[in-house]
């Protein structure tokens, strides 16, 4: 359980990281999709595609820390995105802007 708390955050650093020192302010205070949603709303500047990797970051987070994943769809984990691959593309789609 510690081992996934910690995964989670060093995954959420390691992307807040990435925007926050690629981007100008308003600051990405998080991941959860009210942060998300936040960062979007106070960002005119913020690109339709880094905000749609950032929600599918946010939602692969949530599925990877519940340890009842039981109670998830076996086929919505599948059709995910790795965690590596998302914070590959945000970076990738940074560099581009």
Known sequence: MKRLFNNKVN????ALKIVNET???PTLNGL???AVDAWNNSN???NPEVV?????LSKRMILEADVSRNVFDIEELELLEPIADC???????LILI
């Open 11 to 14: 995954i959420e650093r390691q």
């Open 23 to 25: 981007c100008a302010s």
């Open 32 to 34: 959860a999709k009210v």
């Open 44 to 46: 005119e500047q913020a």
């Open 52 to 56: 749609s990797i950032l929600y599918k």
């Open 87 to 93: 914070i590959n593309e945000l970076e990738q789609k």
